[in-house]
């Protein structure tokens, strides 16, 4: 059983808390404690404004989000822990040997399909992005 979830992008301001607050979102009253950090985070920034506003027409605010730099006492209280990316895995991999078995790409469901970054992008791309990461995260609803 997870009880503690770890969701790790670059900047932890758009994919990561995107799937941060949507997780927390669906999984209502549910005991699991989800969190979120970036391997390059820009730390003290909110929620990039597509991606909140994206969440915020799904019903859910993310205004409270601040960027938080990955650190090693987050991987190792952490039961799950959820990249957007290949290139995440190795990272977390190399970094910290508490993260091998318990780190998984959100696309893991959707054949370990990656979730690309939207930072600087239009509407659009933040559009698929959230498609995506909707679909990730009801595969892991599932097994959760």
Known sequence: ?????????????CRSPTVEYLLRHRLGDRKITVSSAGLG???????????????????????????????DRHIIDADLILVMQRAHL??????????????????????????????????PAFEHVYRLIDEGVDGWLRRL
């Open 1 to 13: 059983m997870f009880e503690r979830i770890l969701v790790v992008c670059v900047g932890n301001i």
């Open 41 to 71: 985070a820009l730390e003290g920034h909110p929620i990039d404004p597509t991606a909140g506003e994206l969440l915020a027409e799904h019903g859910i605010d993310a205004s409270a989000h601040r960027a938080r730099q990955l650190e």
């Open 90 to 123: 190795a990272t977390l991999a190399k970094r910290s040997p508490h993260a091998v078995g318990r780190s998984f790409l959100l696309g893991k469901w959707q054949d370990d399909r990656e979730v690309p970054d939207p930072f600087r992008q239009q509407r």
